[in-house]
Each structure stands twice: as C-alpha cells, then as structure tokens.
C-alpha cells in the first residue's frame, strides 16, 4: 500500500494522544461521508439549472430561498427557518449592446474618415448601474489606464465614453490580490468619470481569461456627480478598442436598460444544529445564496451554499452531536447590497448572541489549499496546533487573514473570530461574475473536499472552542 494512503497522527500540543487519534478518526469519518454519499454536486446541478440565476429581488430568489428551506429540512436541520430583511431590486431591463460603426483617423489625409462595417463588442451592464434610456449614447471613446491618466486628461472627459483599460496584474500569484488592485475602477471609476462630465463608462473586465466574456458586477455612485451609464467589455474587444483608440478617434453606441425597482423582501436561509453542552456559544458556516443574472452563480456562490448544507448532512448522517450550537447560513444579497450579512449582524446582537466563530466559502469550489483566520494571536495559535489533521485533506496552509462579505458585519459588530476557506485561485476570476460560471465548470471532488475541510475546523473548534 502507498504511503499516501495512511493518515498518520501528529503529536499536538496540549491534545492528549488518545484525543488526537480521536479526531483523526472523526475527521476520517466526516470525510468519507462526504466523499462517498455526498449531495453537493446534485444540490449544485439543482440550484444552477432548475434555478439558475438569483440576483436580489428577482424570482430565482424567490425559488432558491423556497429549495434552500427544504434541502436544510432535508438535510437534517433541528430548526430551519427564513430570516427576513429588505434587498434591493436592480434589474438589468433587457440586452446590454455596444458598437463600433465609425473610426475617424487623421493620419491618412486621404482618409480621414475612414468607417466600419458595424462591429459588435461584447459587454454587459455593471451591477445597480442606469441604463442609457431607448435611445442609446454615441460617442468618442477616452483611453486611460489609470485614474492617474483620468486626470491628467480631465480636460479632455467632457461628452465622452471613458474607458478604464486597467489590467488585471499577472504577477500576483494570488488572483484576491489582483481583482482587488482592479476592482476599484469598477466600483469608482463611473463617478470619477462622471466628475468631469462624461456621458459613460465602459470597465475593462476584472479577469485574466483568454475568452471575450464580459465581467459584471457592482458599482457604487457617488452621491455629489451625476450617474452615468457603465459596463464591463469582454478581454478581447477591450485589446481590439484600445489599439483603435490609440491609433485615433474611435466612436461607439452603447444601449444598457439598467434600473432600480423598490426594495422588497428577502431573506436569510438558516439551518441549526442545536449545542448540547454549550447551546449559547455559536459557530456560523455559510455562502450566499445570490448570484448575478447573467450566469448561473456555480462557483460564485451556489458552491459555498451547498458546501454549507453538505456539512449540516454530514453531520447528522455520522450521528455527530454537537457541545455548541452550528447555523448554517445561506446569505442574501452579498452581490449588491450585502443586506443578508448585515441583518443577521443586526439581529444577533439585538438577542445578545454569543458568535464564538464564523467561517464562509465563497471563493469557489475549486481545490481547497489554506484556511484564513482573523483572530487574536494567541486564539490562532491554539488554531495552527489543528493543522497537521486537516493538512491531509488539502488545506496544508493556516493563514492570519480571513473571512468573507456576509459574516463581516459579524466581526465589525461582536468581534467574532472569522475564517475562510480558500480553494486554488487560479481559475476562479476566468468565471467570476461572467456568463461561463456555470454548474459544468465544477468539478465534483474538488467540491465536496472543500466541504470536507470546512467540517473539520468546524468540528475541532466546536470540541474545543477558541
């Protein structure tokens, strides 16, 4: 037999070597479980294809709350229940388009008005931004790389199409790392634009892939300069615009029908296993059950979700009893409002709820790597003492650093240690808010092992608390 198959046992301080074999058996156990009899790739093939997309306050929300309820039912739940908050309700109002009919060059004299047969671009409308009305906006597109070059050439924005060409960094090995460094165009790039008078913006896509598809996601206007229409531009035609662009005059029509509808009501799913011992000390696990509208929200975040019942399944179907109490959270509306994360905040600390840890996947369902932590030194300390049992399954890092959107609003409000788990990076922003985060770009092992690791944390520190 190859070494590889045996699960040997470390020598962990302050942990008896009868207790330590224990939970090498236990986290044994839940991982055959999971690997064997687990439901999240089936649970997955649900939500993404009977469902599909589940942006806040349109009706897959609706339907992914109703099945969320039932698969926790389902999957073992002692209580299962709805928690209600208000979620914004932007709806992207029909195609987004984008063209090319016109490039005006100045460097042939003979040619200076050299035009296009009509060249669709591929883009599609950034999260909570306006549409342009029925009848469109023509314009010069603006280059710039950076909001440094945004304002060397303020003077030069009024009546524009600004187009921040920022590329993803490929030098981060850390993809987190580079979707942060570009994130912020999206996020503040139409309002910058907008300060100087342009008529809209167009965001090169928060990716690295090698396809052409657009990248949603949110924007945030600010409040002092107009709102103005934004989008994001696939990889490839955002190479061909701003080549265009740099030779000379480029001008594009673009049609976006994005616009907000009132508030109305969604909700938190929840299912709990109650503590036998210790039932006012809780561990949180979640995801969150929106995803964008332009996909199927696979990765982003129909695996964390089914990660989280996965473990809720597990747990019941070995016949684990837990000494604390464990929710298992399917949040609402992180992609534009993160309203889920702040009402379950909100109402655990108006009932004086004890958080003694809260962990969340969404970062895909590719293979687990590390685990993150945001906790005091000597709590992850007491944490690193765990990692020889879990490294065997794949997370063989334990870092200071981790968390997620949702359970935040935790952390800010109780200072309740946080975690995260964190699968291989490298793929994730390839799908990530795009129309290709579908239920086939999962692969089965690599999902349920992200259940399995996530179990295992979850079951030490319900042993032995933090």
Not at 181 to 210: C, E, F, N, W
Not at 255 to 264: C, E, I
Not at 305 to 329: N, S
Request: aromatic share 10%.
């Amino acid at each position: 037999m190859k070494k590889w198959l045996f699960f040997p046992l470390f020598v962990i301080a302050g942990v008896s070597a009868g207790a330590q074999q224990e939970d090498s058996v236990m986290i044994k156990r839940i991982s055959d479980e999971i690997l064997t009899h687990g439901k999240a790739y089936e649970n997955l093939r649900h939500l993404t294809k009977k469902i599909g997309g589940r942006l806040a306050g349109s009706p897959g929300m609706v339907k992914a709350e109703q099945w969320g309820l039932k698969t926790m039912q389902e999957s073992g739940a002692d209580k299962a229940w709805l928690q209600e908050c208000m979620v914004p309700h932007w709806v992207r109002g029909g195609k987004d388009e984008m063209w090319c009919s016109q490039i005006v060059s100045n460097k042939n004299p003979k040619m200076p008005d050299a035009r296009l047969m009509r060249k669709d671009l591929d883009v599609i409308a950034l999260g909570n931004s306006i549409g342009t009305g029925k009848a469109g906006i023509a314009a010069e597109v603006l280059l710039v790389n950076s909001f440094d070059e945004l304002e060397a050439k303020k003077d030069l924005v009024k009546d524009k199409i600004v187009f921040y060409n920022y590329k993803f960094n490929d030098t981060y090995v850390q993809t987190f790392l580079a979707y942060r460094d570009a994130g912020q165009y999206r996020g503040q790039g139409p309002s910058r634009a907008a300060k100087y008078g342009a008529k809209a913006v167009i965001v090169r896509s928060m990716s690295h892939a090698a396809d052409n598809n657009p990248h949603t996601g949110a924007t945030r206007y600010d409040s002092a300069y107009a709102k103005i229409p934004a989008v994001a531009i696939g990889l490839r035609d955002a190479d061909w615009l701003s080549e265009q662009a740099a030779k000379g005059t480029v001008k594009v029509s673009l049609k976006t029908n994005g616009h907000f509808l009132p508030d109305t009501i969604g909700h938190n799913v929840i299912g709990e296993l109650k503590g036998s011992e210790f039932p006012d000390e809780i561990i949180v696990v979640g995801g969150h059950l929106d995803s964008w509208d332009n996909c199927e929200g696979a990765h982003d975040d129909g695996a964390g979700c089914v990660q989280t019942m996965e473990i809720l399944r597990a747990f019941k179907a070995i016949g684990y009893t837990p000494k604390r109490t464990i929710r298992f959270v399917l949040f609402a509306n992180e992609e534009n409002g993160l309203r889920g994360g702040n009402k379950y905040a909100e109402e655990a600390k108006a009932k004086g709820e004890k958080h003694i840890f809260a962990i969340e996947s969404d970062a895909g369902g590719f293979t687990p790597r590390s685990l993150g932590f945001t906790l005091p030194d000597d709590k992850f300390a007491k944490v690193l003492q765990w990692k020889p049992l879990i490294a065997p399954y794949g997370c063989t890092e334990f870092l200071k650093g981790g968390g997620g959107a949702d359970i935040g609003p935790l952390a800010r409000t109780q200072g309740t240690p946080t975690g995260s788990l964190n699968p291989d990076s490298q793929r994730y922003f390839d799908i990530h808010h795009a129309r290709s985060d579908v239920f086939e770009a999962v692969n089965k092992r690599e999902l349920e092992l992200g259940a399995v690791n996530m179990a295992a944390i979850i079951y030490l520190i319900d042993k032995y608390g933090l």
